[in-house]
């Protein structure tokens, strides 16, 4: 059973930064490529930034690369997500998903099998 908790979420003002975490069990971590989505109101989930299965690579979406940076602690089975100089259009719900390996770097979201239940992120101007 693969289980994914997100936390970190909540209220920031444009410019700020913040951090999400989705921690899952070592079995997972070291098994499916761990990535993260979003789904701002009313629109459809995209894609964010993924690690591959083993850790050696990270993907990104072109347009959050400057701003979001992925990290995983492997001591502790936890993938993160920094966001730094946030605006409005960062308002979503952040989801943390997994794929098997062979979707490394995929982003399409019905590649992803497992999903936690989402953490929201909400930025004021």
């Known amino acids: 059973q693969v289980q994914l908790v997100e936390s970190g979420g909540g209220l920031a003002q444009a410019g700020d930064s913040l951090r999400l975490s989705c921690a899952t069990s070592g079995q997972t971590f070291n098994m499916y490529n761990l990535g993260w989505f979003r789904q701002p109101p009313g629109k459809e989930r995209e894609f964010v930034a993924s690690?591959?299965?083993?850790?050696?690579?990270?993907y990104y979406s072109d347009s959050l690369k400057d701003r979001f940076t992925i990290s995983r602690d492997n001591a502790k089975n936890t993938m993160y997500l920094e966001m730094k100089n946030l605006n409005p259009e960062d308002t979503a719900v952040y989801f943390c998903t997994a794929s098997e390996a062979k979707y490394a770097g995929s982003i399409y979201y019905g590649h992803y099998a497992y999903w936690g239940q989402g953490t929201t992120v909400t930025v004021s101007s």
């Open positions: 690690f591959k299965w083993d850790g050696t690579k990270t």
